[in-house]
């Protein structure tokens, strides 16, 4: 079955540093483009960044860009979030998602193949 299974979450200090990933199985990996979503304490859904298939191409919320980065390695099909610089606001629960998902379009875990999140919590 296809499973995606983040980690790398814990407690930063703002300004420190965090690398989130996601171990993809069950699927091709290679031809997905794939995806970063959080979810703030009492907030919805949020499109965080993604990534193509080749890892060429990359994209981001205006509200990481800049500090966030995505990448992949296909040969150990892992997708990675690099977060830098980080603030209390980017405290939430991540979520690899596979495939491409709109920011403009209201997000759904139940809909598509989403890991089981990884919690990050940025505080002093």
């Known amino acids: 079955e296809v499973q995606l299974v983040e980690s790398g979450g814990g407690l930063v200090q703002p300004g420190g540093s965090l690398r989130l990933s996601c171990a993809a199985s069950g699927f091709t990996f290679t031809y997905y483009d794939m995806s970063w979503a959080r979810q703030a304490p009492g907030k919805g859904l949020e499109w965080v960044s993604g990534i193509s298939r080749s890892g060429a191409d990359t994209s981001y919320a205006d509200s990481v860009k800049g500090r966030f980065t995505i990448s992949r390695d296909n040969a150990e099909n892992m997708l990675y979030l690099q977060m830098n610089m980080t603030k209390p606001d980017d405290t939430a629960v991540y979520y690899c998602?596979?495939?491409?998902?709109?920011?403009?379009?209201?997000?759904?875990?139940?809909?598509?193949?989403w890991g089981q999140g990884t919690q990050v919590t940025v505080s002093s």
């Open positions: 998602v596979r495939g491409r998902i709109s920011p403009t379009q209201a997000l759904d875990r139940r809909v598509g193949y």
